[in-house]
């Protein structure tokens, strides 16, 4: 039996299926991306960004400019804010927010289909016993009937619980690359923030 013949026997439910694993393939390419992006250069960056705190705030943001990863996002919205003596601490709690939040995004999505896979399987297999009981009461009560049926709407629960694996596996992936850029975006604002009141503290004994 060929993988389209599978696919036809079953049921709709199946294409259903089929969306929700093209949609965890989508989503899984974006993010990629994204996050590859996100994490470009971060390291030598943070290792680098206590020396770039000590310039005049006008050269240090215009290195931090430079950086495109989510860590440069952040010293220079710390800087920026320094510069123009608002508040360092409140500007960096909204970047830190405002990067969380775009790098969660579509993430709930793939929890939703690890969630729903499994249950559109089991209604699809549900439909089809349903259907095969009722073929098996019009041929008289022949066992072969039911029990190819059942086979068949079998197809469903096996194919909703591999999209829900595949599912799984790319959130599982992509909540650990998560975590790691959270962990470098609170080391960045940590590195800004110190640097900004070591400064602070620099000018009030100077004065």
């Known amino acids: ?24 393939a989508a989503i899984a390419i974006d ?20 020396e770039i705190t000590k310039k005049p705030l006008d050269n240090a943001v215009e290195t931090c400019e430079k ?16 510069e123009e003596s608002t508040d360092v601490k409140l500007a960096l709690d909204t970047a830190y927010a405002s990067a969380a939040m775009q790098l969660r995004a579509r993430l709930n999505y793939l929890s939703m289909i690890v969630t729903l896979s ?9 439909s089809g016993m349903i259907q095969s009981f009722s073929i098996f009461s019009l041929q008289a009560g022949q066992p072969l009937a039911i029990t190819g049926g059942i086979g068949e709407a079998l197809i469903a629960t096996a194919t909703g619980l ?46």
């Open 162 to 207: 591999c999209v829900a694996i595949f599912a799984l596996l790319v959130h599982t992936y992509f909540a650990q690359q998560l975590d790691k850029i959270l962990n470098d975006l609170d080391r960045a604002a940590s590195i800004v923030l110190s640097s900004v009141y070591k400064g602070n503290e620099g000018q009030a004994d100077a004065t």
């Open 67 to 82: 950086e495109t990863n989510a860590a440069g996002f952040i010293a220079t919205t710390g800087l920026k804010a320094a």
């Open 118 to 126: 499994p249950l559109l399987g089991l209604l699809g297999t549900i």
């Open 1 to 24: 039996m060929s993988s389209v013949e599978l696919f036809s026997k079953g049921g709709p439910v199946m294409y259903v299926l089929l969306l929700c694993s093209l949609c965890v």
């Open 31 to 50: 993010r990629f991306i994204f996050y590859r992006r996100a994490q470009k250069g971060i390291s030598p960056f943070l290792e680098s960004l206590p």
